[in-house]
């Protein structure tokens, strides 16, 4: 069930990598800095995003799937910033899809 989700969501030629996958491939990552303004009662820490790496490993794009939007953004900021080793499939590099799970110390 969750391969088919996975190859749903995906357009053909784009695997989908686990976040723990995509964790042994983070070479190089900052910390996203939280709002000064951010009221911290009543939300959530945790943002998850939906994340591309190209064949070179940069992150090309950073989605808000769920957490408040003001974390989201700073979340999405620094995750852009981030480099990976690329994903090797059939000996060549690919672009692929994973989810990014960012929690903010508060």
């Known amino acids: 069930i969750f391969g088919a989700l ?12 686990s976040s723990l996958e995509a964790q042994m491939l983070l070479m190089q990552s900052a910390l ?3 709002p000064p303004l951010i009221r911290k ?4 820490n945790i943002v998850m995003l939906d994340v591309i790496i ?3 490993g940069q992150v ?5 799937l769920s957490g408040d939007p003001v974390l989201g953004n700073a979340a999405r900021a620094a995750v852009l910033g981030w480099r990976y080793r ?6 060549r590099a690919v672009e ?11």
């Open 54 to 56: 190209d064949v070179l």
């Open 60 to 64: 090309q794009s950073a989605s808000i």
């Open 41 to 44: 009662e009543g939300i959530s």
């Open 6 to 17: 996975s190859a749903a969501k995906t357009p053909p030629g784009r695997p989908y990598i």
């Open 86 to 91: 690329p994903y090797i499939q059939n000996g």
């Open 32 to 34: 996203p800095i939280t």
């Open 96 to 106: 692929v899809e994973t989810t990014v799970t960012v929690t903010f110390p508060f």
